[in-house]
């Protein structure tokens, strides 16, 4: 059993940086990739990113990249999400998640990841 807890979301100004955490207990999360996802109110959870299980891979999606960056360290069972350049459209809550064995460089898709954490709010103002 693997469990998550994110950190970091708060309320930031447009243009600001906030870096979010996700820590893991169990065995298991070095062995697998880990994914950010974030959930506006009435809409689809949405992909935003995955890191590989070592660290060396990483892919987001296009309303990102450029701007978020993640990063892993697995000595501390711990995946970050570094937000710059934050716009108004990023508000959500963000959630990492970790893949399910077996799942193929990469997913994007939420079905594809077996445990996930409780979520941390992101708000951005403009």
């Known amino acids: 059993q693997v469990q998550l807890v994110e950190s970091g979301g708060g309320l930031v100004q447009a243009g600001g940086s906030l870096r979010l955490s996700c820590a893991a207990s169990?065995?298991?999360?070095?062995?697998?990739?880990m994914g950010w996802f974030r959930q506006a109110p009435g809409k689809e959870r949405e992909f935003v990113g995955v890191i590989s299980w070592s660290g060396d891979s990483t892919a987001y999606a296009d309303s990102v990249k450029d701007r978020f960056t993640i990063s892993r360290d697995n000595a501390k069972n711990t995946v970050y999400l570094q937000m710059n350049s934050l716009k108004p459209e990023d508000t959500a809550v963000y959630y990492c998640?970790?893949?399910?064995?077996?799942?193929?460089?990469?997913?994007?898709?939420?079905?594809?990841?077996?445990?996930w954490g409780q979520g941390t709010q992101v708000t951005v103002s403009s």
């Open positions: 169990g065995r298991t999360f070095s062995s697998y990739a």
């Open positions: 998640a970790l893949e399910r064995p077996g799942t193929r460089w990469y997913s994007l898709h939420p079905t594809s990841y077996a445990y």
